[in-house]
């Protein structure tokens, strides 16, 4: 079982950048998808971005262009490097796991088993 970590969040202008991490423990995530989702308050949980064992890539349409997934497997660790950051990006953003082979993720949160305690993301002047 795997357990995951999020980090990097805090308040920032907007057009600024952020990177948040997602480290695990517990197992490795090369077998995982791991997926970014945020939450504003009074909204309903969003997949953003996530990544599949394989490497492909899903992106949320708003984010496309801006936001950029990755992982590295020695670190055990996913990444979203978040630029050009608008007052809608506001949210506490978490990061869910879940093992799969598949070589295409998706952005459901029904599909995600582990689950972190989230970090804030705020954006504003």
């Known amino acids: 079982q795997v357990q995951v970590v999020e980090s990097g969040g805090g308040l920032v202008q907007p057009g600024g950048s952020l990177r948040l991490s997602c480290a695990a423990s517990?197992?490795?995530?090369?077998?995982?998808?791991v997926g970014w989702f945020r939450q504003a308050p009074g909204k309903e949980r969003e997949g953003v971005s996530c990544?599949?064992?394989?490497?492909?890539?899903t992106y949320y349409p708003d984010v496309k262009g801006r936001f950029t997934i990755s992982r590295d497997n020695a670190k055990n660790t996913v990444y979203l490097q978040m630029n050009s950051l608008k007052p809608e990006d506001t949210a506490a953003y978490y990061c869910?796991?879940?093992?799969?082979?598949?070589?295409?993720?998706?952005?459901?949160?029904?599909?995600?088993?582990?689950w972190g305690q989230g970090t804030q993301v705020t954006v504003s002047s």
């Open positions: 517990g197992s490795s995530l090369a077998n995982y998808a």
């Open positions: 990544i599949s064992s394989t490497n492909g890539t």
């Open positions: 869910a796991a879940v093992g799969s082979l598949y070589r295409l993720c998706m952005l459901l949160p029904r599909e995600y088993d582990y």
